[in-house]
């Protein structure tokens, strides 16, 4: 039997990502040990519980020390706390990276608290379900999902091959890019889509009791589907908001110009400008499906029910 990729792996924070990292870490093989702290003490119960750790910290100090690689699993706002609680316990070659979905305020905020002998090595996993905590969590969230690696220009390759090879363990596809890069293409991929589903479920909310419950009872998929994104962790939604706001403001910037000129066609009837509209716009839909990120599989999120539907 081969030795594992990573000889002691601590995962800071049980959530739906965290936990989903201890399992898989756990079911594939891929760490002698795993180690999860939480700072919340009835989340350590559960873990305990649901017997996903090797071991279960009070502190993400104690999680850390003697880590080969640290993973802060938590929202955005608390990279540079965890930095700074880890940083002193990280041991010489130790990689210390996050999973969140900003990654220029995340080097920012937790490199200053990395010694010189360990690696920041940043990545967000584009993976993840509406729900969160730890039972949340399965281990194959990230199979065929993307997992982007955002090294620092400094990074030691070394470092950054081996948090890569403890991604695509877990099943994911790895890309690596600068965070100033990643926090572009997440704005439009990911962050503006989400503002625009919170801000589309907040209009229902603000109609009339009866109009309100009639869209409730007759939600068709473009509206539910909506409804399952912005029913998102707001803690962490917020603080992607609030630590990417230049890329997100200059996204929903180009999003609203794209609006106003369909209000315009509408308005006017130039079907013309809508047809051709609509026609480029789904030749990106199929693209997406012929590059297999998107499917009803449970790798994507989706949890599969007994009677073989997805959920």
Known sequence: MSAPLVGRLAVIGAGLIGSSIA???????LAGTVVVADRDPAVRARVRELGFAD???????????????????????ASGAVAAEVGPALKPGAILS???SVKAAVVEMM????????????AHPVAGTEFSGPDAGFASLFENRWCIVTPTADADP?????????WRGMGANVETMSPQHHDLVLAITSHVP???????????EHLEHTLTSEVIKFS???FRDFTRIAASDPTMWRDVFLYNREAVLEMLGRFTEDLSALQRAIRYGDGDALFEHFTRTRAIRRSIIEQGQETAAPDFGRRVIKDGAAG
Do not use: F, M, S, W
Request: glycine content about 8%.
């Open 23 to 29: 399992r898989a870490a756990r079911e594939k093989g």
């Open 55 to 77: 071991v279960v910290a009070d502190t993400a100090a104690d999680a850390a020390r003697d880590a080969d690689i640290v993973i802060a699993c938590v929202p955005v706002g």
């Open 194 to 204: 989400h503002l625009i589903a919170y801000n589309i479920v907040g209009t229902a």
């Open 220 to 222: 068709a998929g473009g």
């Open 158 to 166: 070394q470092a950054v091959a081996a948090l890569e090879a403890l």
């Open 98 to 100: 996050d999973v969140g």
């Open 111 to 122: 490199a200053p608290h990395v010694p010189a002998h360990a690696q920041l090595v940043p």
